[in-house]
């Protein structure tokens, strides 16, 4: 007999079937029990009377058990169905006491404590609803790039340089020489413009930023794209609106029933996502708030809050483009807006009043990128490897990074972005 999952039970109606999964509760009472059997699509009710009450009082949470029963229908059951006559095998007994009291609707342990026992907390149907939320937003970001034509790569995450972008690195011994874990694959997927115009990568990154925050990690997923023969920057921001089209699609689609259980408001991504100069968004906050910001080279998470508000109210849009950043604030390879050279064709997107992603157009060509690193006092011999591609003819191109964990957590709402983080690194956290 063919298993069948817990989320199909209902279409077997009068026939008899076979589950398998984990016990995640069991409710007796005077005449009968009810065993809650947990798979990957969901719950399964499983009605046990008379002698089949006794073989179940000695099961433990966590149990992993393979059912054979008969379906009914039931109005009282998940789904409007439920299994009576079972035969229970005990294919792994649990220790009697999990760590975490999977079967209550939310879980009452702290964020580290959830952490510390990450291999059962992930367990917990809302839990693992973020997985499903995050496997759907990574299958929409492949699949409306593929449908534009990008490509797949994998790029290194072991690297010879640390100035890439100017964070902090990780450090390591590679063969008795320095190396560093890459802070982002931003030049290599500079590179492969030249070889297939459009590609992109998911993968990790490494950040060695001291920042204890809600929304830092030392480690995350990044989605990255970068795509040749642009006419300006402005076409990386219309291909970033169709990205995140195509992911808030694939969670709707793919995800809809842990967008159910986690209640969430997926949102809206208009036709054309409003854009504000990055001056005159530093000036409307100076003005509303007396706050004398304009002149910094940066917006403080206080001001990307203002700008979504303000977004959300004047666009009713809860994503919002700032266009423009200084030029002294953005990475060498960043290329200057050619009537305004202090400042950048470079933009950050904001979703509900914080950054996700940051992009623009890049440098293409040799010589700016000899004087590029000249100002920051930067040896070109370091990056010998990459300039070879711009000695031999590269088109206009850009294209962005995006943190996967940090979509998460503004789209689950969640108050800390290691709760939408399978095993989070930070400051602190090395394991599990």
């Known amino acids: 007999m063919d298993r069948v999952l817990a989320a199909a039970v209902p279409a077997h109606v009068g026939e008899r079937v076979r589950l398998a999964g984990w016990l995640h509760h069991q409710r007796q009472l005077s005449r009968r029990t009810f065993l809650l059997l947990r798979d990957r699509s969901g719950i399964a009710q499983v009605v046990l009377e008379g002698d089949a ?14 059912i054979e029963g008969r379906v009914v229908a039931s109005s009282q059951a998940p789904a409007g169905a439920e299994i009576v006559e079972p035969e229970i095998s005990v294919l792994v007994s649990s220790e009697p006491q999990p760590p975490v009291e999977l079967h209550r609707p939310v879980l009452k342990e ?34 409306t790039l593929d449908g534009l034509g990008f490509r797949e790569i994998a790029t290194p995450k072991l690297v010879g340089s640390a100035s890439e972008s100017g964070a902090t690195v990780f450090r390591l011994d590679y063969f008795g020489r320095p190396a560093f874990l890459a802070q982002s694959p931003q030049l290599y997927k500079q590179l492969m413009v030249g070889v297939l115009e459009r590609v992109y990568e998911v993968g990790p990154v490494f950040r060695a930023e001291p920042s204890d925050t809600v929304r830092h990690l030392a480690e995350y997923v990044s989605l990255d794209i970068e795509m040749g023969f642009i006419d300006s920057y402005q076409d990386i921001m219309a291909t970033t609106r169709d990205i995140l089209a195509g992911m808030v699609l694939a969670v709707q689609e793919q995800a809809a029933a842990a967008c159910r259980l986690l209640a ?18 530093q000036q409307m906050i100076e003005d509303a708030t007396g706050e004398p910001i304009v002149g910094e080279p940066d917006l403080a ?25 200084p030029m002294r604030k953005r990475p060498f390879y960043t290329h200057p807006d050619p009537a305004r050279p202090a400042f950048s064709n470079s933009f950050d997107l904001l979703f509900r009043g914080a950054e996700i992603i940051t992009g623009g157009q890049r440098l293409n060509r040799y010589d700016d990128y000899l004087a590029a690193l000249a100002a920051i006092g930067q040896d070109p011999s370091m990056f010998a490897g990459f300039l070879e591609a711009y000695r031999h003819g590269m088109p206009p191109h850009g294209g962005f990074g995006m943190g996967l964990e940090r979509w998460l957590w503004l789209l689950t709402g969640a108050s800390n972005v290691r709760e939408v983080t399978l095993f989070p690194r930070d400051l602190d956290r090395l394991t599990p």
């Open 53 to 66: 009450i006794g073989q179940a009082a000695i099961l433990a949470p966590e149990s992993v058990l393979e």
């Open 110 to 143: 702290s964020l580290p404590y959830l952490l510390d026992h990450a291999a059962i907390s992930l367990r917990h149907p809302a839990r693992r609803a973020i997985s499903e939320v995050a496997a759907a937003s990574v299958t929409g970001f492949r699949g």
């Open 264 to 281: 969430l408001e997926l949102p809206e991504v208009p036709a054309e996502i409003p854009v504000v100069d990055f001056v005159a968004a």
């Open 301 to 325: 998470p206080a001001h990307e809050r203002w700008l979504g508000n303000w977004a959300q109210k004047e666009h009713g849009s809860t994503f919002l483009f700032v266009a423009g950043f």
